[in-house]
C-alpha cells in the first residue's frame, strides 16, 4: 500500500541535491530499483518521507511510542502501522529493503554506554530475528557515531559479523546533515547491507570533499548555536548552524540548543524551525500534541532521521552509482572502527573518505529561521554559566562573555528572584546560626534547589 503523505512537501525545506559523482573507477554491477520498505523503530517516519521522495514505498511501519505513532497515523494513513516490534512476527514477504532506525540512547554519549545489549538497543536483536525469517535482500541501519567507540568497538563487532554471518556484504559511512544544505551538525551512521547487491554503490558513490573549513572560517558575524544544558563535560559549539537536536539532555529534559545571534542576543528556536532543521514540513509533529504535551515534540524530532539524508540514500538505492577511487587499506578485527567502512566479500576495509557525501551550499543559520525566536532565561542563563565556571573547557574567544552580557540585560523572573533570595537566606544562617536552623528553611523541591553540608548548589537551569 502506498504512503500517502498529507503534508504539502512545499512546507519543508526544499533542498536541490547534486547527485552526480567524480569519474568512478568501479563498474557498477546492480540495477537500482523502487524499493517496498518495511521500516522498523519508525519514530516519525524521516527515513520514510525520504525514501518516498525518490520513488519507494512503505508498505509496514513499527512504532511502539504513543506520540510517535499519531504523527504515523496522521501522515501514512494508508500504510499499515504495527506496535511493540517483539510482537511482530514476520515482515511482509514482498519486502525488498527494511529499515531500522533503532533506538539510540544506550549508543550515544547521552545515555548510559550500556552498549548494543542494553535494554532498549538490544532491540536492534529483533531486526535480525525478523530478518533470519525473511532474507530482506537490502537492509539499511542508522545510529549515532559513538556506536563505533562503544565497548572498545563491540556495538559495531555484532552488526558486522551478524550480517556476514547471514550472507550479506555491508558498507557503512558517518554522513553529516549539512551536506544537504540543513544548518544542523548532525553526524550519522548509515549501515547499508545486501544479499544480492554492492552496497557500495549507494554509499561511496558520492564525495564532495571536506568542506569543515567553510564553517570553522566564519567565527565572525554569524549566529553560533551551543547546548546550554550543558557547560561541563561540552558545549556542542555550532558556527552557523546548530548542533546535534537530540531527544534529550544533559539535564534530563527534551530542550532545543541555544543561538548566539551577532546582535549578542541568546534565543532558543520554535519547534517548527526544528522541525525544518530536520528536513521535516512545518508542524510534521503536531498530531503528537492529541497524545502528549507540546514538549514531547521536541523529543520525536531529535530522535528523528534527517529527511535529506533518507533522500540520497533513496536516489541512490533508485540509481546507483561506480563505486570511487578510494584510498582503503585492511581493517582487522579488534581494531578502531574508522569513520568509513565495508566488507563486499574480500574482507573488511576501511576507507578514507569525508562525511560530506554532497554539498549543498546553507543558508546562514539565522536567515533559515522562519519563526519567532525567544529569549534564553534568566535561570536558564545563569545555571549555564555556573556550570561552566566550574568546568575546564576552552571555550570560543569572546563566547563567555557574550553569556554574561545577555544575562546582565535579562531580567529575573519573581521566581528567580526568590530562589536567589532563599539562597542568600539560608547561607546566612549557616554562618551566624546552626546546620539545624539552616537546614531547616524551607526547600523547593520542584525548582531543584539542592542543598549539601557545605554550600547551596546553583539550581538546575530550565528554559
Known amino acids: ?61 513499527c512504532e511502539n511510542d504513543a506520540p510517535a505513532t499519531a504523527v504515523l497515523n496522521a501522515h501514512f494513513p494508508k500504510t499499515h502501522l504495527h506496535g511493540d516490534i517483539r510482537e511482530l512476527d514476520e515482515i511482509p514477504s514482498a519486502t525488498t529493503l527494511l529499515t531500522a532506525g533503532f533506538p539510540c540512547q544506550d549508543l550515544s554519549q547521552a545515555g548510559t554506554t550500556s552498549g548494543i545489549l542494553g535494554s532498549r538497543s538490544g532491540l536492534v536483536g529483533e531486526v535480525f530475528r525478523l530478518v533470519e525469517k525473511h532474507k530482506t535482500p537490502w537492509i539499511l541501519l542508522e545510529n549515532v557515531p559513538f556506536m563505533l567507540q562503544l565497548g572498545r568497538g563491540a556495538a559495531m563487532e555484532i552488526l558486522a559479523s551478524t550480517f ?40 561511496f558513490a558520492d564525495e564532495a570533499g571536506p568542506v569543515e573549513s567553510y ?52 534565543v532558543l528556536i520554535d519547534v517548527r524551525d526544528a522541525e525544518r532543521l530536520q528536513g521535516f514540513p512545518v508542524d510534521w509533529t503536531e498530531p503528537a500534541e492529541a497524545v502528549a504535551k507540546r514538549g514531547s515534540r521536541w523529543k520525536l524530532i531529535g530522535n528523528a532521521v534527517s529527511v535529506p539524508a533518507a533522500e540520497w540514500l533513496g536516489q541512490r538505492l533508485a540509481n546507483p552509482k561506480a563505486v570511487l577511487a578510494l584510498n582503503t587499506k585492511p581493517h582487522h578485527r579488534g581494531s578502531q572502527w574508522p569513520t568509513a567502512a565495508w566488507n563486499v566479500g574480500d574482507g573488511r576495509v576501511s576507507v578514507s573518505i569525508s562525511e560530506w557525501p554532497v554539498y549543498v551550499q546553507p543558508k546562514p543559520l539565522e536567515a533559515f529561521l522562519q519563526f519567532d525566536t525567544r ?6 542563563t ?28 535579562s531580567e529575573p523572573l519573581p521566581s528567580d528572584a526568590n530562589q536567589h533570595r532563599l539562597k542568600s537566606k539560608r547561607g546566612e544562617a549557616a554562618t551566624h546560626g546552626s546546620e539545624k536552623d539552616a537546614r531547616a528553611l524551607p526547600v523547593r523541591q520542584n525548582n531543584r534547589i539542592v542543598e549539601d553540608r557545605r554550600q547551596i548548589r546553583e539550581p538546575l537551569a530550565v528554559p
Open 1 to 61: 500500500m502506498n504512503a500517502l503523505l498529507t503534508k504539502e512537501r512545499s512546507a519543508a525545506p526544499q533542498i536541490d541535491l547534486p547527485f552526480e559523482a567524480a569519474p568512478p573507477s568501479i563498474a557498477v554491477s546492480t540495477l537500482g530499483q523502487r524499493h517496498l520498505v518495511t521500516g522498523l523503530f519508525s519514530g516519525i517516519g524521516g527515513l520514510e518521507v525520504g525514501l518516498s521522495r525518490q520513488g519507494h514505498r512503505a508498505e509496514l511501519m
Open 164 to 203: 556476514e554471518k547471514l550472507g550479506y556484504r555491508w558498507a557503512y559511512r558517518i554522513v553529516d546533515a549539512r551536506s544537504f544544505g540543513l544548518p544542523q551538525r548532525r553526524r550519522r551512521v548509515y549501515m547499508l547491507a545486501s544479499n544480492v547487491g554492492d552496497p557500495r554503490e549507494v554509499l
Open 382 to 409: 545563569s545555571g549555564f554559566l555556573a556550570r561552566t565556571s566550574r568546568a575546564s573547557l576552552r571555550f570560543p574567544e569572546g563566547f563567555i562573555e557574550s553569556i554574561k552580557a545577555h544575562l546582565a540585560r
Open 375 to 380: 529569549s534564553l532565561s534568566y535561570r536558564a
Open 215 to 266: 564553517f570553522e572560517s566564519r567565527l565572525d558575524a554569524v549566529a553560533c548555536g551551543f547546548y546550554w544544558t550543558e557547560g561541563i563535560r561540552g558545549l556542542g559549539w555550532a558556527v552557523d548552524s546548530i548542533p546535534t537536536l537530540k531527544g534529550g539532555s544533559g539535564l534530563g529534559i527534551p530542550s532545543p540548543p541555544a543561538i548566539l545571534l551577532p546582535s549578542g542576543a541568546v
